[in-house]
């Protein structure tokens, strides 16, 4: 493990005390002998030796060394490989974490992010908290959210929500936002996130394998925004690069104001493309339901998939084709991030993340 000095994340000594406590772990430093002097520490990181200090305090905290006032710093006898556990918030602003609160795909992304939070606390000697902060920023209110969220050791919010406390808390303490499609990461908050580019990939390939040739996009303007049309333009485009056609009018939008189910029976009515990826998945069952009252039979007359955490997707007939959001993955991983005090990277995605269901098919030829 190396100081990296460009990160403003993460603090010089919390950095310098994870590379001596893996020395420790390491047996670098063994049990009941004495660690370097905070001289020769400060000489080897570059650092001051008040900056030592504090990352020794660190230590002795977490239970791997004992300062011996006028002897010197010595590893414990016996040390947990972890030491004390690390304390992880997820701040959220709901009233509960329930599907009658949150619409149906951001209550599967949230509950995703919970269960991955929980299995990487497991694997890493964490505990996670999950916290209710409320919305208002006005006076005082602000103030005791940060001093509740800085008792903890990093803090984790999901998107946009908290924007006020995420901003004030970016440069006091490690800050992670697990954001929605495309959403720009405010000043000193640490991105976590998916390879887009990848998932978009994934599906195009499938299209091409089931010989499908005209490109379609729905995006209902009434449970999105900007984030989702962006995502549908990039697989338009990297539709396009492939050989497949795109025909403008087949970017179906569905307007800020009208009913969905008459929006779908007049799109649905003409003409249509070979397949279609529906960015929104909490409506897939009404994009069903309008396809069936056509009599549009989905993998047979019309290719249709989604991209999605497939949590929102079960009951449907035919099964639907989706590109899975690692959303367990991605959290997960962040423990272990912030257990190393390492910056989290961008979870690869494979094929193995495209679920074929039977609304794509192989297309007949001849």
């Known amino acids: 493990m190396m100081l990296d000095r460009c990160n403003p994340n993460i603090a010089l000594p919390v950095q310098i005390r994870n590379i001596l406590a893996e020395r420790i772990e390491n047996s670098y430093y063994r049990p009941d002998r004495r660690l370097d002097s905070i001289r020769k520490l400060?000489?080897?990181?570059?650092?001051?030796?008040?900056?030592?200090?504090?990352?020794?305090?660190?230590?002795?905290?977490?239970?791997?060394?004992?300062?011996?006032?006028?002897?010197?710093?010595?590893v414990m006898?016996?040390?947990?490989?972890?030491?004390?556990?690390?304390?992880?918030?997820?701040?959220?602003?709901?009233?509960s974490i329930s599907r009658d609160v949150l619409s149906y795909e951001n209550w599967a992304i949230s509950s995703e992010a919970y269960r991955g939070l929980v299995a990487g606390a497991m694997d890493n000697h964490a505990e996670i908290h999950f916290a209710h902060f409320s919305n208002q920023t006005a006076g005082t209110?602000?103030?005791?959210?940060?001093?509740?969220?800085?008792?903890?050791?990093?803090?984790?919010?999901?998107?946009s929500q908290l924007t006020a406390l995420q901003a004030e808390l970016a440069g006091q303490m490690p800050v992670y936002q697990l954001p929605s499609i495309y959403m720009k990461t405010p000043p000193g908050v640490i991105e976590i996130n998916y390879d887009i580019e990848a998932s978009l990939k994934i599906l195009v390939r499938h299209v091409i394998d089931c010989g499908y040739r005209r490109i379609g996009t729905l995006s209902f303007y009434k449970r999105t925004n900007e984030l989702l049309l962006r995502r549908s333009r990039d697989f338009r485009q990297l539709?396009?690069?492939?050989?497949?056609?795109?025909?403008?009018?087949f970017d179906w939008r569905f307007p800020s104001s009208g009913n969905v189910r008459d929006f779908l029976?007049?799109?649905?009515?003409?003409?249509?493309?070979d397949f279609i990826l529906c960015e929104n998945s909490e409506l897939m069952t009404e994009v069903y339901q309008a396809m069936y009252d056509r009599g549009i039979k989905i993998g047979d007359d019309q290719g249709l998939a989604g991209i999605a955490t497939g949590l929102t997707l079960g009951g449907l007939i035919p099964t639907l084709t989706y590109v899975r959001?690692?959303?367990?993955?991605?959290?997960?991983?962040?423990?272990?991030?912030?257990?190393?005090?390492?910056?989290?990277?961008?979870?690869?995605?494979?094929?193995?993340?495209?679920?074929?269901g039977q609304s794509t098919k192989p297309r007949r030829t001849g």
Request: aromatic fraction near 6%; hydrophobic fraction near 45%; charged fraction near 30%.
């Open 42 to 74: 400060a000489r080897e990181f570059e650092v001051s030796a008040v900056t030592i200090g504090e990352a020794l305090k660190l230590l002795e905290k977490d239970a791997y060394v004992v300062c011996v006032s006028g002897s010197g710093t010595y």
């Open 77 to 95: 006898e016996k040390v947990e490989p972890a030491g004390i556990p690390l304390r992880i918030v997820l701040a959220f602003p709901e009233e």
């Open 141 to 159: 209110l602000l103030l005791r959210q940060i001093k509740r969220v800085r008792e903890y050791d990093a803090a984790v919010f999901i998107g």
């Open 239 to 249: 539709a396009a690069e492939n050989g497949l056609e795109t025909p403008d009018e």
């Open 265 to 273: 029976a007049e799109k649905l009515a003409g003409k249509r493309p």
């Open 325 to 356: 959001v690692p959303i367990f993955e991605i959290t997960r991983t962040l423990v272990a991030s912030i257990r190393n005090g390492e910056k989290p990277s961008i979870v690869p995605l494979s094929d193995d993340f495209l679920i074929k």
